[in-house]
């Protein structure tokens, strides 16, 4: 199997996991990416599990790179970057404003350096604007983009940061997808490109469809909708928990069905979706007791039967040896060297029916740095000098 992206060169100054997470996607498809680390190494090498300077959090996100270790501060290290720009395709960073320039990287140096470089840049804010200089983590970011909001404590109503990095995390799709825009684009035109993505504007466009549809409408707005999802949260059954979705006419049906309530289908509180999510807690309220009688499996199986959605609540251990997952082979596991086997996530695209390979190992700090310099060109005496002077980090 050819890989989509076999022929692309990637290099990686991002650091923990909206720009990490962009490449180590594209690096699945077949890109090849070179991690620039400082010597300290990327935070994420310090969150999670770890084994020495492998934390689980840095393989997931960095699986499949080969780093090198500079002190990026020193001239020769920016030589040593400029470099490495002139034989890449894509440069991704997620630096603050100014930074790439205080690295002798500014858009008209790459721009001379390499003219058909795609030069991908995430901030937390922008650009430009009055947050613009802000530090942004994705808890920042849930907090300014409305998330927060949209996830509130059932008992307090306060807003809750989700437990997950979902900001930095939907912020790497969107950069993903836009690097590849931006390779097919140059395939037609030769042209490289700056692409500018901000986490908050990534986390308003997920935001919008649904947490946000009660502000698309500005002349004469309809009726505010019920916030979505508000009644939505998991249902009590004997054994466990199930999560459950039934926009669809015949899937309300089906669902009140199963539950043994045929008489709610009609019942007028309930009649259309629309009707529903305004008497979403009465209706919460009606089936709630139907649910807690039976066990999850029961449930779940007379809701198959019925064509209603539902799913069992994994507990996190849970997930890797559920039916589905294991069918779908959707984890995997690689040999990581010293570390031993690691688990991983298999990137889910599949092309022409087939999965892309097993993600190779994350690499550790400075790994490769002396293969990559040797492959563009630095001698071993220019080596040397990098070594001895402290610019580089093996």
């Given at each position: 199997?050819t890989?989509?992206?076999?022929?692309?060169?990637?290099?990686?100054?991002?650091?923990?996991?909206?720009?990490?997470?962009?490449?180590?996607?594209?690096?699945?498809?077949?890109?090849?990416?070179?991690?620039?680390?400082s010597?300290?190494?990327?935070t994420?090498?310090?969150?999670?599990?770890?084994?020495?300077?492998?934390?689980?959090?840095?393989?997931?996100?960095?699986?499949?790179?080969?780093?090198?270790?500079?002190?990026?501060?020193?001239?020769?290290?920016?030589?040593?970057?400029?470099?490495?720009?002139?034989?890449?395709?894509?440069?991704?960073?997620?630096?603050?404003?100014?930074?790439?320039?205080?690295?002798?990287?500014?858009?008209?140096?790459?721009?001379?350096?390499?003219?058909?470089l795609?030069?991908?840049?995430?901030?937390?804010?922008?650009?430009?604007?009055?947050?613009?200089?802000?530090?942004?983590y994705?808890?920042?970011?849930?907090?300014?983009?409305?998330?927060?909001?949209?996830?509130?404590?059932?008992q307090?109503?306060?807003?809750?940061?989700?437990s997950?990095?979902?900001?930095?995390?939907l912020?790497a799709?969107?950069?993903?997808?836009a690097?590849?825009?931006?390779?097919?684009?140059?395939?037609?035109?030769?042209?490289?490109?700056?692409?500018?993505?901000?986490?908050?504007?990534?986390?308003l466009?997920?935001?919008?469809?649904d947490?946000?549809?009660?502000?698309?409408?500005?002349?004469?707005?309809?009726?505010?909708?019920?916030?979505?999802?508000?009644?939505?949260?998991?249902?009590?059954?004997?054994?466990?928990?199930?999560?459950?979705?039934a926009?669809?006419?015949?899937?309300?049906?089906?669902?009140?069905?199963?539950?043994?309530?045929?008489?709610?289908?009609?019942?007028?509180?309930?009649?259309?979706?629309?009707?529903?999510?305004?008497?979403?807690?009465?209706?919460?309220?009606?089936?709630?007791?139907?649910?807690?009688?039976?066990?999850?499996?029961?449930?779940?199986?007379?809701?198959?039967?019925?064509?209603?959605?539902?799913?069992?609540?994994?507990?996190?251990?849970?997930?890797?040896?559920?039916?589905?997952?294991?069918?779908?082979?959707?984890?995997?596991?690689?040999?990581?060297?010293?570390?031993?086997?690691?688990?991983?996530a298999?990137?889910?695209?599949?092309?022409?029916?087939?999965?892309?390979?097993?993600?190779?190992?994350?690499?550790?700090?400075?790994?490769?740095?002396?293969?990559?310099?040797?492959?563009?060109?630095?001698?071993?005496?220019?080596?040397?000098?990098l070594?001895?002077?402290?610019?580089?980090?093996?």
């Open positions: 199997m890989l989509p992206l076999a022929s692309v060169r990637i290099l990686d100054l991002s650091t923990v996991l909206s720009g990490p997470i962009a490449a180590a996607m594209l690096c699945d498809q077949g890109a090849s990416v070179i991690k620039v680390e010597h300290e190494g990327d994420s090498r310090m969150i999670g599990p770890a084994k020495g300077d492998l934390s689980a959090m840095f393989i997931a996100s960095n699986r499949g790179k080969r780093s090198i270790a500079l002190d990026l501060k020193a001239p020769a290290a920016q030589a040593v970057l400029q470099a490495l720009v002139t034989q890449s395709d894509v440069l991704i960073n997620n630096f603050r404003p100014g930074v790439m320039d205080r690295l002798g990287l500014s858009d008209a140096t790459l721009k001379s350096l390499n003219p058909r795609i030069h991908l840049s995430i901030t937390g804010f922008g650009a430009t604007g009055p947050a613009s200089g802000d530090k942004a994705d808890a920042v970011i849930q907090a300014v983009g409305g998330v927060c909001a949209s996830q509130r404590d059932p307090t109503g306060n807003p809750m940061v989700l997950t990095a979902v900001c930095d995390k912020t799709l969107t950069a993903a997808q690097v590849s825009a931006a390779l097919f684009a140059r395939e037609r035109d030769g042209q490289g490109r700056k692409i500018d993505i901000a986490m908050l504007d990534a986390t466009m997920f935001q919008w469809p947490a946000m549809y009660n502000h698309v409408f500005l002349d004469e707005p309809p009726t505010p909708f019920p916030e979505f999802g508000a009644s939505q949260k998991p249902w009590k059954t004997a054994d466990g928990f199930v999560a459950s979705m926009p669809q006419q015949a899937e309300f049906s089906g669902q009140c069905r199963a539950l043994n309530r045929p008489e709610v289908i009609d019942d007028p509180r309930f009649k259309t979706l629309p009707m529903r999510g305004r008497n979403a807690k009465v209706l919460r309220e009606t089936l709630e007791p139907s649910m807690a009688q039976f066990t999850t499996e029961e449930l779940v199986n007379a809701m198959r039967r019925e064509g209603a959605p539902m799913g069992r609540v994994n507990e996190r251990s849970e997930v890797i040896q559920d039916p589905q997952v294991v069918h779908n082979q959707s984890c995997v596991e690689i040999d990581h060297g010293r570390v031993g086997r690691v688990r991983l298999r990137s889910a695209p599949r092309f022409d029916g087939q999965a892309l390979p097993a993600p190779k190992p994350a690499p550790h700090l400075g790994e490769h740095g002396l293969a990559i310099l040797r492959e563009i060109g630095w001698s071993e005496a220019q080596i040397a000098q070594q001895q002077t402290g610019v580089l980090k093996i």
